[in-house]
Protein backbone atom coordinates (compact mmCIF):
# COMPACT_ATOMS: atom_id res chain seq x y z
CA UNK A 1 0.00 0.00 0.00
CA UNK A 2 1.21 3.05 -1.06
CA UNK A 3 -0.10 6.81 0.74
CA UNK A 4 1.50 10.18 -0.09
CA UNK A 5 2.61 12.08 3.06
CA UNK A 6 0.33 15.17 3.17
CA UNK A 7 1.01 16.26 6.48
CA UNK A 8 0.31 16.24 9.92
CA UNK A 9 -3.44 16.94 10.62
CA UNK A 10 -4.49 19.41 13.38
CA UNK A 11 -6.96 20.57 15.72
CA UNK A 12 -7.53 24.61 14.88
CA UNK A 13 -9.81 26.56 16.46
CA UNK A 14 -10.16 29.56 14.19
CA UNK A 15 -10.36 27.18 10.89
CA UNK A 16 -14.30 27.10 10.27
CA UNK A 17 -13.63 26.52 6.52
CA UNK A 18 -11.66 23.31 7.13
CA UNK A 19 -13.96 21.80 9.75
CA UNK A 20 -11.55 23.22 12.65
CA UNK A 21 -8.46 21.51 11.17
CA UNK A 22 -5.59 22.88 9.57
CA UNK A 23 -2.55 20.95 7.57
CA UNK A 24 1.12 21.14 8.33
CA UNK A 25 4.59 19.46 7.54
CA UNK A 26 5.30 21.28 11.14
CA UNK A 27 4.30 20.56 14.70
CA UNK A 28 0.39 21.40 16.14
CA UNK A 29 0.57 23.32 18.88
CA UNK A 30 -1.87 24.61 21.77
CA UNK A 31 -1.40 28.11 24.14
CA UNK A 32 -3.10 28.93 27.01
CA UNK A 33 -3.40 32.76 27.32
CA UNK A 34 -4.16 35.00 30.16
CA UNK A 35 -5.80 38.68 29.53
CA UNK A 36 -4.33 40.29 32.80
CA UNK A 37 -7.16 42.73 32.57
CA UNK A 38 -10.32 40.83 32.78
CA UNK A 39 -8.73 37.67 34.21
CA UNK A 40 -10.27 35.45 31.57
CA UNK A 41 -8.05 32.68 30.02
CA UNK A 42 -8.40 30.94 26.67
CA UNK A 43 -6.90 28.14 24.71
CA UNK A 44 -5.83 28.40 21.15
CA UNK A 45 -5.24 25.74 18.53
CA UNK A 46 -3.02 25.84 15.31
CA UNK A 47 -0.69 24.50 12.86
CA UNK A 48 3.24 25.64 13.61
CA UNK A 49 4.39 25.93 10.08
CA UNK A 50 7.22 24.18 8.67
CA UNK A 51 9.08 27.51 7.71
CA UNK A 52 8.81 28.40 11.77
CA UNK A 53 10.46 25.46 13.08
CA UNK A 54 14.19 26.31 14.14
CA UNK A 55 16.11 23.76 14.89
CA UNK A 56 13.42 21.04 12.85
CA UNK A 57 13.71 18.24 15.22
CA UNK A 58 13.08 20.49 18.24
CA UNK A 59 11.96 23.83 17.68
CA UNK A 60 12.67 27.01 20.13
CA UNK A 61 9.00 27.85 19.70
CA UNK A 62 7.93 24.93 21.53
CA UNK A 63 9.80 25.25 24.65
CA UNK A 64 8.20 29.01 25.95
CA UNK A 65 9.06 28.49 29.29
CA UNK A 66 9.90 31.50 31.06
CA UNK A 67 8.90 31.36 35.05
CA UNK A 68 8.05 34.99 35.30
CA UNK A 69 5.67 35.12 32.12
CA UNK A 70 2.46 33.99 33.67
CA UNK A 71 0.34 34.86 31.29
CA UNK A 72 1.58 32.69 27.98
CA UNK A 73 2.31 28.74 27.56
CA UNK A 74 2.95 27.00 24.76
CA UNK A 75 3.07 22.71 24.04
CA UNK A 76 3.74 21.67 20.64
CA UNK A 77 3.25 17.76 19.70
CA UNK A 78 3.81 15.63 16.22
CA UNK A 79 3.42 12.41 16.97
CA UNK A 80 0.14 12.11 15.62
CA UNK A 81 -3.05 13.55 14.03
CA UNK A 82 -4.59 16.04 16.47
CA UNK A 83 -2.47 15.60 18.75
CA UNK A 84 -2.77 19.19 20.12
CA UNK A 85 -6.57 18.37 21.09
CA UNK A 86 -5.32 17.04 24.75
CA UNK A 87 -2.62 19.26 25.30
CA UNK A 88 -3.19 20.79 28.09
CA UNK A 89 -0.40 23.95 28.96
CA UNK A 90 -0.67 25.05 32.32
CA UNK A 91 -0.02 28.54 33.09
CA UNK A 92 3.06 29.75 35.28
CA UNK A 93 2.48 30.68 38.67
CA UNK A 94 4.31 33.53 39.60
CA UNK A 95 6.07 33.54 42.88
CA UNK A 96 5.55 37.21 44.60
CA UNK A 97 7.64 36.72 47.58
CA UNK A 98 10.75 35.21 45.39
CA UNK A 99 10.43 38.18 42.64
CA UNK A 100 10.48 40.77 45.96
CA UNK A 101 13.94 38.98 46.76
CA UNK A 102 15.51 39.07 43.53
CA UNK A 103 14.45 42.94 43.55
CA UNK A 104 16.34 43.75 46.85
Known amino acids: MHTNFVGLLCHCDICVDTNNTCVTKGFCFTTTSLQKETGIISRAYRCLDEALIHPPENPIMCHYANPL ?7 CCKDRDMCNKYLNPILHVRNKSAEETAKQ
Not at 69 to 75: A, R
Open 69 to 75: NDTFVIN
